[in-house]
């Protein structure tokens, strides 16, 4: 059959007929906000390269928390910007550190926010990258574990609800994992950035934590995005290792990634809408050439159609409140 017989418009002429047989959502609920938590900042300060995202001091970490909270936000992902960095990062374990102390007053002040922290080396080692250097001067895989775990755990005694380790060394999932359980922490979900790409997308965001590499880059240990075959292994060994909940990063540029995993796992999967995927919209709209709240509410869309049940990005608020003017 074909036309005139079949019409595919006649599904869309009416709008009250479109809203019946829409299928994707998006929801407050499933929004993650990562949030900069900044060590001896007096008072909160715009990232430059991030219209409408802040770098905020530990004190009034709770407000933007607070402000997202009541339009139905309800978690949030944690990155700490510290004033001093070691080489090897073990400063990001420290029970005082710029995020514990986040949590604790976020705590303090929004007793029901759900409190993931972001679990990576790069913001605390004085070389910037996500692991610490072996004697080759290259990033060894191994001795970075023991101190990914302790920094996951010092999160998690704070009081974090959910750690998501973004650093993407081999066997951090499972070293997370089996300290958190011996320490009896067993019922801390983690979230794995799985397959994570050595993305440009970036960009903005090592402006935001001050963790671009001194010298050389991430592609020694963030994924090839040239290469499609790896994703599915990378996914399969973070479940296995423990992970709850599996993440593809970047979002709009990952979208057949996504669509693959979907396919292949049944656990919750989440994709981060990155700091250059939020600057390019952001950026487009302040010279008039796209329409904001339209192109963030069609990527978010695309991302859940793909697959995504959590969606992390720092449109969260703001699509919350959307969301709400729309239902009006
Ligand atoms: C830490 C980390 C990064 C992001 C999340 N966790 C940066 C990186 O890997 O260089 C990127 C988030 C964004 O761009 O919004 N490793």
């Given at each position: 059959m074909s036309f005139p017989v079949q019409r595919p418009r006649r599904l869309r002429q009416d709008s009250r007929l479109r809203k019946m047989i829409r299928q994707i959502s998006v929801e407050p609920q499933q929004l993650i906000y990562p949030l900069f938590v900044v060590e001896d900042l007096e008072k909160p300060r715009e990232i430059a390269a991030m219209p409408g995202q802040m770098h905020w001091p530990v004190s009034r970490i709770h407000e933007p928390v607070a402000a997202a909270m009541k339009n139905g936000v309800e978690a949030f992902i944690l990155f700490g910007v510290p004033s001093a960095k070691n080489p090897d990062g073990s400063c990001a374990a420290r029970p005082d550190s710029v995020v514990c102390e986040a949590i604790r007053n976020i705590r303090q002040h929004c007793s029901e926010a759900y409190i993931i922290t972001d679990v990576c080396l790069c913001a605390y080692t004085t070389h910037g990258h996500c692991g610490v250097l072996g004697a080759c001067g290259c990033v060894d895989n191994d001795s970075s574990l023991a101190l990914l775990a302790n920094m996951a755990l010092a999160h998690v005694k704070a009081g974090a609800d959910m750690v998501a380790p973004?650093?993407?060394?081999?066997?951090r999932v499972g070293a997370i994992r089996r300290l958190l359980d011996a320490e009896g922490f067993s019922q801390v979900p983690i979230m794995a950035y799985s397959a994570k790409y050595a993305s440009s997308f970036y960009g903005p965001f090592r402006e935001a934590a001050g963790?671009?590499?001194?010298?050389?880059?991430?592609r020694g240990y963030q994924m090839d995005f040239?290469?499609?075959?790896?994703a599915m292994t990378e996914l399969q060994l973070d479940l296995e290792e423990g992970a709850d909940i599996l993440m593809v990063k970047p979002g709009i540029a990952y979208l057949d990634i996504l669509a693959e995993a979907r396919r292949q796992f049944s656990c919750p999967l989440a994709v981060y809408q990155v700091s250059g995927e939020y600057s390019m919209i952001k950026a487009a709209a302040e010279k008039g050439w796209v329409d904001e709240r339209l192109v963030a509410l069609e990527s978010l869309i695309a991302m859940r159609r793909a697959g995504a049940d959590l969606i992390l990005t720092y449109f969260a608020p703001q699509v919350a409140q959307w969301l709400k003017e729309e239902k009006k």
């Amino acid at each position: 059959m074909s036309f005139p017989v079949q019409r595919p418009r006649r599904l869309r002429q009416d709008s009250r007929l479109r809203k019946m047989i829409r299928q994707i959502s998006v929801e407050p609920q499933q929004l993650i906000y990562p949030l900069f938590v900044v060590e001896d900042l007096e008072k909160p300060r715009e990232i430059a390269a991030m219209p409408g995202q802040m770098h905020w001091p530990v004190s009034r970490i709770h407000e933007p928390v607070a402000a997202a909270m009541k339009n139905g936000v309800e978690a949030f992902i944690l990155f700490g910007v510290p004033s001093a960095k070691n080489p090897d990062g073990s400063c990001a374990a420290r029970p005082d550190s710029v995020v514990c102390e986040a949590i604790r007053n976020i705590r303090q002040h929004c007793s029901e926010a759900y409190i993931i922290t972001d679990v990576c080396l790069c913001a605390y080692t004085t070389h910037g990258h996500c692991g610490v250097l072996g004697a080759c001067g290259c990033v060894d895989n191994d001795s970075s574990l023991a101190l990914l775990a302790n920094m996951a755990l010092a999160h998690v005694k704070a009081g974090a609800d959910m750690v998501a380790p973004s650093d993407m060394m081999d066997g951090r999932v499972g070293a997370i994992r089996r300290l958190l359980d011996a320490e009896g922490f067993s019922q801390v979900p983690i979230m794995a950035y799985s397959a994570k790409y050595a993305s440009s997308f970036y960009g903005p965001f090592r402006e935001a934590a001050g963790s671009a590499p001194g010298k050389g880059d991430r592609r020694g240990y963030q994924m090839d995005f040239a290469v499609g075959r790896d994703a599915m292994t990378e996914l399969q060994l973070d479940l296995e290792e423990g992970a709850d909940i599996l993440m593809v990063k970047p979002g709009i540029a990952y979208l057949d990634i996504l669509a693959e995993a979907r396919r292949q796992f049944s656990c919750p999967l989440a994709v981060y809408q990155v700091s250059g995927e939020y600057s390019m919209i952001k950026a487009a709209a302040e010279k008039g050439w796209v329409d904001e709240r339209l192109v963030a509410l069609e990527s978010l869309i695309a991302m859940r159609r793909a697959g995504a049940d959590l969606i992390l990005t720092y449109f969260a608020p703001q699509v919350a409140q959307w969301l709400k003017e729309e239902k009006k």
